[in-house]
């Protein structure tokens, strides 16, 4: 055995850098969960048994890290066991561990480590000594971040192995490489422009791609979609002529072991090459998917794929062929299969021109409607990625009934991270919650599979920009980094996932810790309770979707109604007189949403129609649910300000200035939901608030 300070790409004590490393760009003002405070806990002395790209790129992560911070007291030791076969004498058998020193591998259960995969990695600590051995490089990585983010059991535990509990861990950009005139840059984006691309071109600096590529590899992410799902003329060429920009970025995320994928334009065929047709059965057009994606792999040989969306608020798809939606994924999936990728094929299909005077269309049906008479119909590299709710992203919906609909197919489900409806980044919305409940969540009677059970991955719309904080508001990177860790692992609590965030962005300050955990973890049933009410979901104002508007998109197209007049408020879905979505549902759930008696009351009137005098199971009445809860909540919001500023002096100034001019507009935002909503209830109802407060 060698001495372990001879083994190959070791970083001793003594070779701890003070400087930061030449080779490494300037980091951005704010650096997230990898700053200081995660490296602060690095251990001194790094023991790294790895060959290859990851590696280097671990070498220049601990140099980096220690530009920051000395580190802890102890030591690392790393050890990919793809490098420990490499350098075991030839006769030896497949276990072998080469120059790995034996105390570093003892115990570790590398049989069961060799079948885990290769993100997989076990982890052991004793004392000051933390050891990872991985079962490939991915898993090298994440046992190194695993160590940084404190997510090390407590002294003296076994090792305990880990492994992603879905496979797919993808964030979807809704980047634009132009900035719309009404949308900006990102669609539905509140963190700036976007991190790639500027005057329509890919950033010459891609520093910040850099960090942000670590930043989520640290969180277990493993495939980025780099362009928006509505593709416009512009960034359609990316599949194209402007191939080279991805393979940049391809570079970049690789170097953290994150593959990347781009949307594209079901059109392609026609806009890119000018066939007359883009019908999925045509033998020319076929052809010209294979050709072009050929093409695309030869610059990026692990490119992931493609996202598509279909047949969907304007955006091209099959439908115009006269061919179904399995046709027009399978025709993308047969043009990526040789090259081992995948398209993800959206769910989210539905009439957006819709006849409000029509009370038998409905939105929430429309995805089962389209594709679960499509079960089995997917080739094995399709995904299905459905939004987790049947609606669209709002504050609370049920589950939607698609993923427990297609036992046949492979299902992502997407979540939103960017707060379209959740208070864009200028509101406290700590989404863990929810996500965790929705993952939770099962499909059927008790014990029933789950929906992270069901799900090949976890899919979510990012949150990031070109914003010096990363996420517009400073305490939304709570959600970006909650959504990784959810993906790894389903079961974990919101609150824990809040500490670990907390630990490893702002330290171990007691107060700075309970005040974050104060506005955070309550954000989001708060966010909940001064706007729309009880799941009837919308009553923003059209367009940019921020702020009130009860009847915004009443009488619109879109399908989003309330269907609020003097007498009552909500939609009837249920099947014995109303759209008939809740028999969408396997059992138990079809007969207790089908019920005004057993729907739960935050979900009443996503499913029921009901008078403003129908009593909730909590004992109030909902339009004196209305009247208290948005008064209730907004003076709750009042008291967040004040908290915050007792850590005025213990976070970074900058960070505090932000944070505390955001809850001013969420102060005055809150308001003004309070406001429109009890007095349009008021006047629609003619109910006094028994409570006497002032309605306008
Ligand atoms: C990218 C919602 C948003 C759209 C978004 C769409 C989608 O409707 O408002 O901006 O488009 O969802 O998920 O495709």
């Given at each position: 055995m060698?001495?372990?300070?001879?083994?190959?790409?070791?970083?001793?004590?003594?070779?701890?850098?003070?400087?930061?490393?030449?080779?490494?760009?300037?980091?951005?003002?704010?650096?997230?969960?990898?700053?200081?405070?995660?490296?602060?806990?690095?251990?001194?002395?790094?023991?790294?048994?790895?060959?290859?790209?990851?590696?280097?790129?671990?070498?220049?992560?601990?140099?980096?890290?220690?530009?920051?911070?000395?580190?802890?007291?102890?030591?690392?030791?790393?050890?990919?066991?793809?490098?420990?076969?490499?350098?075991?004498?030839?006769?030896e058998p497949a276990q072998a561990t080469g120059h790995v020193p034996a105390a570093d591998l003892e115990g570790a259960p590398l049989a069961e480590l060799a079948d885990a995969g290769e993100e997989s990695f076990a982890l052991a600590a004793t004392g000051d000594r933390i050891r990872v051995v991985a079962g490939g490089s991915r898993g090298l990585r994440y046992g190194f971040y695993a160590a940084l983010l404190g997510l090390v059991p407590a002294d003296g535990e076994e090792w305990t192995l880990r492994s992603p509990a879905l496979s797919i861990r993808m964030l979807d950009h809704w980047d634009n490489m132009t900035v719309h005139p009404v949308m900006g840059q990102?669609?539905?984006?509140?963190?700036?422009?976007?991190?790639?691309?500027?005057?329509?071109?890919?950033?010459?600096?891609?520093?910040?791609?850099?960090?942000?590529?670590?930043?989520?590899?640290?969180?277990?992410?493993?495939?980025?979609?780099?362009?928006?799902?509505?593709?416009?003329?512009?960034?359609?060429?990316?599949?194209?002529?402007?191939?080279?920009?991805?393979?940049?970025?391809?570079?970049?995320?690789?170097?953290?072991?994150?593959?990347?994928?781009?949307?594209?334009?079901?059109?392609?065929?026609?806009?890119?090459?000018?066939?007359?047709?883009?019908?999925?059965?045509?033998?020319?057009?076929?052809?010209?998917?294979?050709?072009?994606?050929?093409d695309l792999y030869a610059q990026v040989p692990d490119f992931g794929g493609f996202v598509v969306?279909?047949?969907?608020?304007?955006?091209?798809?099959?439908?115009?062929?006269?061919r179904d939606h399995a046709d027009g994924a399978n025709v993308l999936a047969r043009a990526l299969a040789p090259h081992g990728g995948e398209v993800f094929w959206r769910a989210f299909v539905y009439d957006h021109h819709q006849d409000w005077r029509d009370r038998t269309t409905d939105r929430a049906r429309a995805a089962h409607d389209h594709f679960a008479p499509l079960d089995g119909r997917f080739d094995d590299n399709a995904v299905l990625q459905v939004k987790h709710g049947p609606m669209d992203f709002q504050t609370r919906e049920p589950v939607s009934p698609v993923i427990a609909a297609m036992p046949r197919t492979r299902l992502a489900v997407e979540l939103q991270v960017t707060q379209e409806y959740t208070g864009q980044q200028k509101h406290l919305c700590y989404l863990a919650p929810w996500w965790s409940e929705t993952l939770r969540f099962p499909l059927g009677p008790d014990g029933a599979p789950t929906v992270a059970d069901t799900?090949?991955?976890?899919?979510?719309?990012?949150?990031?920009?070109?914003?010096?904080?990363?996420?517009?508001?400073?305490?939304?990177?709570?959600?970006?980094?909650?959504?990784?860790r959810l993906a790894w692992e389903p079961g974990v609590s919101?609150?824990?996932?809040l500490e670990e965030w907390i630990g490893a962005t702002f330290g171990p300050d007691p107060l700075v810790a309970e005040v974050l955990r104060d506005l955070l973890a309550p954000s989001w049933l708060l966010y909940e309770s001064y706007t729309a009410p009880l799941g009837v979901g919308f009553m923003v104002r059209p367009g940019h979707h921020y702020g009130p508007d009860v009847d915004g998109y009443e009488y619109t197209p879109w399908g989003t109604y309330h269907f609020a007049d003097r007498d009552g408020i909500g939609v009837d879905r249920t099947v014995a007189t109303g759209t008939g979505f809740a028999g969408q549902y396997p059992e138990p759930w079809a007969s207790r949403y089908e019920s005004v008696s057993t729907c739960p009351d935050e979900l009443l009137l996503f499913f029921h129609h009901v008078p403003y005098t129908h009593r909730l199971h909590s004992g109030k009445t909902v339009i004196q649910h209305i009247y208290?809860?948005?008064?209730e909540g907004c003076e709750r919001v009042a008291e967040l300000r004040p908290r915050w500023r007792q850590i005025a002096d213990r976070v970074p100034a900058a960070l505090h200035d932000r944070v505390d001019a955001l809850l001013v507009e969420q102060e005055r935002s809150a308001e003004e939901w309070r406001d429109q909503l009890r007095s349009y209830f008021f006047r629609a109802s003619g109910i006094a608030d028994e409570n006497g407060r002032p309605i306008h």
């Open positions: 060698t001495p372990a300070s001879e083994s190959r790409n070791t970083v001793p004590r003594t070779t701890v850098p003070s400087m930061p490393v030449p080779s490494m760009p300037a980091p951005p003002s704010d650096l997230a969960w990898l700053g200081e405070h995660a490296a602060a806990r690095l251990p001194r002395e790094v023991l790294l048994h790895a060959h290859g790209p990851t590696a280097a790129s671990l070498e220049a992560e601990v140099a980096r890290l220690r530009a920051l911070a000395p580190g802890s007291p102890g030591s690392l030791t790393l050890v990919d066991l793809a490098h420990a076969r490499a350098t075991a004498p030839a006769q990102v669609e539905r984006g509140y963190a700036g422009g976007s991190l790639f691309f500027e005057d329509g071109e890919l950033r010459e600096d891609l520093t910040r791609v850099e960090h942000y590529a670590r930043l989520l590899a640290a969180i277990g992410i493993n495939r980025v979609s780099l362009n928006n799902v509505n593709v416009h003329a512009h960034e359609a060429t990316l599949l194209t002529t402007r191939r080279d920009q991805v393979a940049r970025l391809a570079e970049v995320f690789r170097a953290q072991g994150i593959t990347v994928l781009l949307s594209v334009s079901f059109a392609s065929p026609v806009l890119l090459g000018g066939l007359g047709t883009s019908d999925p059965l045509d033998p020319e057009v076929q052809e010209w998917w294979r050709r072009t994606t050929a969306k279909a047949d969907s608020e304007g955006q091209p798809g099959p439908f115009a062929h006269g799900a090949a991955g976890l899919v979510a719309v990012s949150n990031v920009g070109d914003d010096d904080f990363w996420t517009g508001h400073p305490l939304a990177q709570a959600n970006l980094f909650a959504l990784g919101p609150d824990r996932l208290d809860s948005r008064a």
